[in-house]
């Protein structure tokens, strides 16, 4: 999949040095679903053809001049900040290319991290800070800051906040900046049918949590779409009250290496940082991964573990971010989709590395129309 001619240029930069891992779970109990586990390959179901032309859109027309000279834009990411190998690097991607594209000035931007398991007295906290010292856009990147949001955003309500992830319902000034990581997700389960030898896929999803079974839902339902009799397991991190499932490497290989020995010869991580575990499970076993949010495959810090990496499916929080302080600029939030889907190019996948063939390039193209005319319906819980 690529955007035109402005989404090319957002992909450059939102996937080069970016790092974004999807699920790991170990405290919650595993599963599988599937009514064969032969260890042969799939039986294929009759797959949809490719499209004569991609029918994807842009988020914003191209060619548009802002200025955003005049904004002080501010940042308050999620748990690990810049620097997580995950979402949080994609929002600053868009951070980033905001305050070049925009004219924003230096001293005129603010980026403030989170802490695992902190009160929701800090998230206020940090969104206060940010409102009090001028900065108007604020983005809150996840939907961690719900709750804060809700008590925040009435207190000033001349700030326009962004929330990726989430809605805050009755609040004029938030803007949800929500994703279809369903369907992206679903494009992951085709690659994943058509990669195994064993007709044995796994998720790995690092919180157990309504966000997280989208990714999951989507995964199993694309594998099946490919390979009816697949077999799907899942395995998650860490329980809904504890985020450190997102953060935690070591348990995302144990929790790698517990599918991998169960038969699952390509997993697909949803765990932020705790994918990296994944990956180094998934290279010592000699089996395949499919990266999640970014194109995984080029990132530096996974340069020892990117040749098992197959395919990506993309969650463009960079995009999401970046369009957000452009429409704000702009006077115009309105123009921003209700949801950032494939219809939009909101969501994706990445194929670098050269191990999708032109045969299953068209087949994922096929389905992708499909999902984006409305013949397919992805569901967003397992």
């Known amino acids: 999949m ?97 305050i070049a594209d925009f004219g924003v000035r230096k001293e005129n931007t603010r980026e403030l991290s989170a802490s695992p398991n902190e009160d929701e007295s800090v998230k206020q906290s940090r ?7 001028g900065f108007n856009p604020i983005v809150g990147v996840g939907f961690a800051y719900t709750e804060s949001l809700k008590v925040v955003a009435p207190e000033f309500p001349e700030v326009r906040f962004g929330l990726v992830d989430s809605a805050v319902e009755g609040a004029a000034n938030v803007t949800p900046l929500v994703f279809a990581e369903q369907e992206g997700a679903f494009l992951a389960g085709v690659v994943a049918a058509y990669q195994s030898k064993k007709c044995h896929v796994g998720f790995v999803g690092g919180v157990d949590i309504p966000l997280i079974h989208k990714f999951e839902a989507g995964y199993a339902q694309g594998a099946k779409a490919a390979a009816p009799n697949i077999v799907v397991e899942k395995k998650y991190i860490t329980p809904a009250t504890d985020f450190t499932g997102f953060q935690d490497p070591a348990k995302g290989l144990e929790t790698a290496k517990g599918l991998i020995e169960k038969g699952a010869d390509v997993l697909y991580p949803a765990a932020g940082a705790s994918g990296i575990g994944v990956f180094s499970a998934v290279k010592q076993a000699g089996v395949l991964a499919i990266g999640c949010d970014a194109d995984q495959y080029n990132q530096p810090s996974l340069a020892d573990t990117r040749d098992v990496i197959v395919a990506s499916s993309l969650k463009r929080v960079d995009v999401a971010v970046y369009d957000f302080f452009s429409a704000a600029a702009r006077n115009d939030l309105a123009s921003l989709p209700k949801v950032f889907d494939l219809k939009v190019d909101g969501v994706g996948y990445a194929t670098s590395g050269g191990k999708v063939d032109a045969k299953l390039q068209g087949i994922l193209e096929g389905f992708k129309a499909q999902i984006i005319d409305g013949s397919i319906k992805v569901a967003d819980k397992p």
Not at 13 to 29: E, P, R
Not at 127 to 133: C, F, G, I, K, P
Request: hydrophobic share 40%; with cysteine; charged share 20%.
């Open 127 to 133: 969104l206060r800070q940010l409102a009090r010292e």
């Open 2 to 98: 690529r955007r035109p001619v402005r989404g090319t240029a957002v992909v450059a930069l939102a996937l080069t040095g970016l790092l974004v891992v999807s699920a790991c779970a170990k405290d919650s109990g595993g599963s599988s679903t599937g009514s064969t586990a032969t260890g042969a390959a799939c039986e294929f179901a009759t797959p949809p053809g490719a499209p004569a032309t991609s029918n994807t859109g842009t988020t914003e027309a191209d060619g548009v001049k802002v200025d955003g000279s005049a904004l002080k834009i501010g940042l308050a990411y999620d748990i690990g900040g810049r620097g997580d190998a995950s979402f949080n690097d994609l929002a600053a991607a868009g951070f980033d290319r905001a």
